[in-house]
């Protein structure tokens, strides 16, 4: 049982160009999300997603595209990045009413 | 629109000593609050959470937390700390509905002096 698996670890771009984070996780989970965390700034909610399908805007989603694939996967798009965009990025998922969110590891994002 | 407040950015302890870190809340509905912690480089884990019930909700790693209604607080609290306590603390609560959407505090962090 993995929990909540997120790749790469790491990541450099140059502005403007684009990538993808992936996301997936094992406890079958209706509820995924995806964060970023900026010194002194908590945790920044990106877009979630209530159930395969469905997806909505959080408080910072300008920059950002996702897709829920299916169940298991959440990814996160970056169509053409810029240095404000330079962050950690976290996964996490939760079942439906308990709302306790599992994290991933994260992914250490540097854009030049 | 709801929020949360974690009004020590850092706060410095002896080994042994008790903690107690705050956390306040701006929420309309009966809240869902939750307190995790974060080691350097690491993700979110959760030490607990309250619901309903028992106001005083016992975690892992020897915390505890009690909800107050009529503070908007949930206080982490644990007795005699331990030098890998050490790390960043986030409050959290939920909105509610389906997804279970989270607002974050800005996070406490607890260093432990030997």
């Known amino acids: 049982n993995a929990g909540v698996t997120q790749t790469p670890k790491f990541q450099v771009l140059k502005t403007g160009q684009s990538m993808t984070l992936q996301c997936a996780q094992d406890m079958n989970h209706n509820s995924m999300y995806w964060y970023r965390q900026d010194p002194g700034m908590g945790l920044r909610l990106i877009y979630y997603s209530a159930s395969e399908g469905t997806t909505d805007k959080g408080e910072v989603p300008n920059g950002y595209n996702v897709s829920r694939l299916n169940k298991r996967e959440f990814s996160l798009r970056l169509e053409s990045a810029a240095p404000s965009q330079t962050s950690v990025y976290f996964c996490?998922?939760?079942?439906?009413?308990?709302?306790?969110?599992?994290f991933g590891p994260g992914t250490r994002l540097t854009v030049t | 629109a709801q929020s949360v407040t974690q009004p020590d950015i850092h706060i410095t302890v002896s080994e042994g000593a008790s903690l107690e870190l705050r956390c306040n809340y701006s929420y309309g509905a009966t809240p869902y609050l939750f307190w995790y912690v974060q080691s350097p480089g690491q993700g979110l884990q959760l030490l607990l959470k309250y619901f309903s019930g028992d106001t005083l909700v016992q975690g892992i790693k020897g915390f505890e937390a009690e909800f107050k209604r009529s503070q908007s607080s949930f206080n982490l609290r644990k007795p005699s700390v331990h030098w890998s306590d050490a790390a960043e603390y986030f409050c959290?609560?939920?909105?509610?509905?389906?997804?279970?959407?989270?607002?974050f505090g800005d996070g406490t962090t607890l260093t432990v002096k030997p």
């Open positions: 996490a998922s939760s079942y439906d009413r308990s709302y306790e969110q599992y």
């Open positions: 959290a609560v939920v909105h509610g509905g389906n997804a279970g959407k989270s607002t």
